[in-house]
């Protein structure tokens, strides 16, 4: 990489974000553009006017690489992640049984976005800003917004957008990767999110849901840092949420909450609130064995948690993979 090489980057999740903050330690100029008010991606908190607190995407994240382990070290003794000593179990029709070989779960403190809020601190983000188009000029990019303008130029320009809207952006110069974009299929997922009125009495904390069109259900409330308010999260199947993607998200949250007093064998209770939200492209079914796409040539590349392995440690090392070999390029 040429010292002051200057790098677009759509998307400010967990990719983008690390990708960018190796990139800008090696000397190159950076902007992310981000469609969301904030950044994280899928590391999503909603906040209530009452203040309650809801991890709806991403729940909790291992370390089992050694060098994303390091981060997680850091981010622990920066206050910004803790472990999560919650009881998490497998449930079957209302049993719980214990699970074998429990890793360690830890979670962003006070709420899951602030491991990204942490590495975004001094980039150079625009958030609110949706990328319509991108442009080829002179051996250089341009992108451009919903009003039609333009930015940039930038020498290199990477996406971080899940592969259906990366293949849409890139066009065809998607193909100087050798399809491997299309080959990738990302599962949706409808989230409820669920505040009671009361405690729910369950021996458990979070569950592995068996035999549901629930997959996953957890009591956020029990994360360290969170209020006190008794907030559940609940998570759909592939299946079930691929079924139900364009239905309604009232009705949505209203099967499933029905679904999770069935699940955790509870007669119905009263809830403050009972709110769904629908991650279109949440995981990847089979992500690609690499942990990054570049094209020197085009100067163009993607990352993100489809590539080389999923979930919050396969985006990070996706995007620390990608800028490692743009800075050796």
């Given at each position: 990489m040429k010292p002051h090489t200057s790098i677009g980057i759509i998307g400010a999740g967990i990719a983008g974000l690390a990708c960018a903050k190796h990139l800008r330690a090696a000397g190159a100029?950076?902007?992310?553009?981000?469609?969301?008010?904030?950044?994280?991606?899928?590391?999503?908190?909603?906040?209530?006017?009452?203040?309650?607190?809801?991890?709806?995407?991403?729940?909790?994240?291992?370390?089992?690489?050694?060098?994303?382990d390091a981060q997680v070290k850091e981010w622990v003794?920066?206050?910004?992640?803790?472990?999560?000593?919650?009881?998490i179990v497998s449930?079957?029709?209302?049993?719980?049984?214990?699970?074998?070989?429990?890793?360690?779960?830890?979670?962003?403190?006070?709420?899951?976005?602030?491991?990204?809020?942490?590495?975004?601190?001094e980039l150079n983000i625009r958030t609110s800003f949706t990328v319509q188009k991108i442009h080829r000029t002179e051996n250089q990019w341009q992108i451009e917004d919903a009003a039609g303008e333009r930015f940039g130029p930038f020498d290199l320009l990477i996406s971080t957008a899940p592969p259906p809207q990366t293949v849409k952006l890139f066009g065809g110069s998607?193909?100087?990767?050798?399809?491997?974009?299309?080959?990738?299929?990302?599962?949706?997922?409808?989230?409820?999110?669920?505040?009671?009125r009361e405690p729910l009495q369950t021996s458990y904390d979070a569950a592995f849901v068996n035999d549901s069109p629930l997959g996953w259900i957890a009591r956020n409330s029990s994360k360290p840092g969170r209020p006190s308010a008794e907030c559940w999260v609940l998570h759909a199947t592939a299946a079930w949420s691929r079924v139900h993607l364009e239905e309604p998200a009232e009705s949505i949250a209203g099967l499933l909450v029905d679904e999770f007093w069935r699940t955790?064998?509870?007669a119905p209770q009263a809830y403050e609130l009972a709110s769904a939200h629908r991650w279109r492209f949440a995981l990847p079914s089979e992500p690609l064995p690499q942990r990054y796409l570049f094209d020197p040539q085009l100067q163009l590349a993607a990352c993100g948690d489809w590539c080389g392995g999923?979930?919050?440690e396969g985006a990070y090392l996706s995007g620390l993979a990608l800028a490692k070999a743009i800075v050796a390029s």
């Open positions: 100029e950076v902007c992310i553009f981000e469609k969301s008010r904030g950044v994280g991606g899928r590391i999503a908190t909603r906040r209530t006017e009452s203040g309650a607190t809801f991890d709806h995407g991403a729940q909790y994240f291992t370390a089992r690489d050694l060098v994303f003794a920066a206050g910004v992640a803790a472990k999560w000593q919650g009881r449930l079957s029709r209302g049993i719980a049984s214990e699970l074998e070989n429990q890793p360690e779960r830890f979670v962003g403190v006070p709420t899951m976005n602030a491991i990204a809020k942490s590495l975004a601190a998607a193909d100087q990767f050798g399809g491997p974009l299309e080959d990738v299929t990302m599962n949706a997922c409808w989230a409820v999110m669920l505040q009671l955790a064998n509870q999923p979930r919050v």
